[in-house]
């Protein structure tokens, strides 16, 4: 007659969220793969597919540098219709001087004299600060003149 303790009952909690562990998962390994894929498929354009094209974006992308543009150089008259046209002014002509500087004429007749010397981005945001400012005051301006130090505004009205 042997004495042994009754074996004690140890309290083990059931795993009821298993499967759907399992589920989600496999479902957070397909969004991964479809991304890559995605992302892969993106770099390489099936249609225009080139491997030396693709090495370069992959290079490229590897040290950070932004793609070259095979651009030539625009001329400051293209690059003033670019930031000035329809966005600031609606522009007509673009004239050279003899003296160095160009003449923006514009359909609400307003003249901008511009300077190739100056920051021609800096100019832009004078020039709709200036005919922001007319607005407001209920002025017409007729003449913005960037060729010196400080901007000369004629007014019309």
Do not use: C, W
């Amino acid at each position: 007659m042997s004495v042994r303790k009754p074996l004690q009952k140890v309290f083990s909690a059931q795993k009821i969220h298993t499967n759907k562990r399992k589920v989600i998962f496999l479902v957070e390994i397909l969004v991964t793969i479809l991304l890559i894929v995605g992302t892969s498929i993106s770099f390489v354009a099936l249609d225009k597919f080139a491997p030396s094209d693709y090495f370069k974006k992959v290079t490229n992308l590897a040290l950070l540098k932004r793609p070259s543009q095979k651009t030539q150089e625009k001329s400051f008259e293209e690059k003033i219709k670019e930031v000035i046209d329809k966005k600031i002014l609606d522009v007509t002509a673009v004239e050279k001087s003899n003296e160095g500087y160009y003449i923006v004429k514009s359909r609400e007749e307003v003249n901008v004299v511009m300077v190739a010397d100056k920051d021609l981005g800096f100019q832009a945001r004078t020039l709709q600060t200036v005919l922001s400012k007319a607005k407001i005051e209920n002025r017409v301006a007729s003449l913005v003149d960037f060729r010196f130090d400080k901007i000369v505004v004629q007014y019309s009205r």
